[in-house]
């Protein structure tokens, strides 16, 4: 993975009116691995350090504590030589607007230093700010309802961002249980035969395929060994309310 071009990214965030977003964006950051942060003149000047902004990072706070805030979208775009407007508002004039799956694809294959540049909550990006880039991203959505949380759209550039430099690999959450073998499954298969016999399912004199077609039931469900307890458990149960009964 070419991390060179992940830490050459910077996500620039304008006009913030709510502190939780700001803390939400850096949370959205660094799930996906970019740390470069730049507020242009966010309504609070702490905002960095607000409780709110602290809360809704949920750990980030390292990128929060690398963010800079500067007063205008030149500052905060030096040193960048390919900055991406996302912008909502048709305009008849600006640069071209692309998919960001699409153009992100083709931008991970160049050397730029990337930005990607986010309007305020309400107004989104002034003209001006979309002139200053390359590219207008425009996020897919639903034609008749197209308003995205700042942060949810931080997140979903983000992680597009991450895929076209080459993702991450799925990091498995749970243990894959031991399959049940050859014996274990004879062994599931006898028992249930003698309880659907004591149960009077099956006849020995006539068991026909049924034993045979079991057996391929579970050999389709590739259960585990814990799964053969369960159910060995479960014939035990039967033959043991039968006696009962």
């Known amino acids: 993975m070419p991390e060179s071009l992940a830490d050459a990214t910077r996500f620039v965030l304008i006009g913030t009116s709510h502190a939780g977003n700001v803390g939400a964006a850096a949370r959205a950051m660094k799930v996906m691995g ?6 242009v003149r966010p309504r609070f000047a702490d905002v960095l350090v607000r409780d709110e902004t602290l809360a809704l990072a949920s ?3 390292d990128v929060l504590a690398a963010a800079r805030v500067v007063p205008t979208l030149a500052e905060a775009l030096e040193g960048i030589s390919h900055a991406c407007a996302t912008a909502m508002t048709p305009r008849d004039f600006g ?8 153009h992100l694809a083709t931008l991970a294959a160049g050397a730029h230093r990337v930005a990607f540049v986010f309007g305020a909550e309400r107004t989104g990006m002034d003209n001006d700010d979309v002139y200053r880039c390359h590219t207008c991203l425009s996020i897919p959505t639903h034609p008749d309802y197209g308003s ?3 942060a949810q759209a931080v997140q979903l550039i983000a992680y597009d961002w991450r895929q076209a430099l080459g993702g991450y690999a799925v990091m498995p959450r749970t243990t894959d249980a031991a399959l049940a073998d050859g014996a274990a499954i004879a062994g599931l298969l006898a028992h249930w035969q003698a ?10 004199a006539a068991p026909k395929k049924l034993m045979p077609r079991l057996n391929q039931l579970l050999n389709r469900a590739a259960i585990t060994q814990d799964e053969v307890h369960i159910l060995r458990g479960i014939a035990r149960a039967v033959a043991s309310r039968r006696q009962q009964d």
């Open 59 to 61: 750990g980030a706070t």
């Open 34 to 39: 970019f740390a470069d942060l730049v507020l």
């Open 148 to 150: 995205l949380n700042l």
């Open 95 to 102: 640069p071209p607007t692309r998919a960001p799956r699409e």
């Open 195 to 204: 309880t659907l016999e004591a149960v009077g399912f099956l006849d020995p």
